[in-house]
């Protein structure tokens, strides 16, 4: 995200970036909250992800940052493969309202 955007609860985001095609879940953060939520992964590209808005359970406010999830890596142990992530800030921000 380089641009301040807003979606609504139960719409729909795009992410774009590298590798995209490879994420398995994401979440986004809510530095208020201090939490992270999942939103859906509904469609993937190479270099774009779109994603839903849960419609229950979301809190509104204003996000900052991502963390994607990425496949296992093949012959790796669990413990290591349950940790494939990267934390990515966004160069703006995302607010969500209902």
Known sequence: MTANSTAKIGGELTFVGKNM???TAIRIWNNVLNGYYDVEIIAKQTDQLKV?????????????A?????????????????????????????????
């Open 66 to 98: 991502a963390f994607y999830n990425y496949d296992p890596i093949p012959n790796y142990p669990s413990s290591i493969n349950s940790l494939l992530g990267i934390y990515r800030p966004f160069g703006a921000t995302i607010k969500i309202t209902k």
């Open 52 to 64: 839903k808005i849960p419609e229950t359970g979301f809190p509104e406010g204003t996000y900052t």
């Open 21 to 23: 095609d490879k994420t």
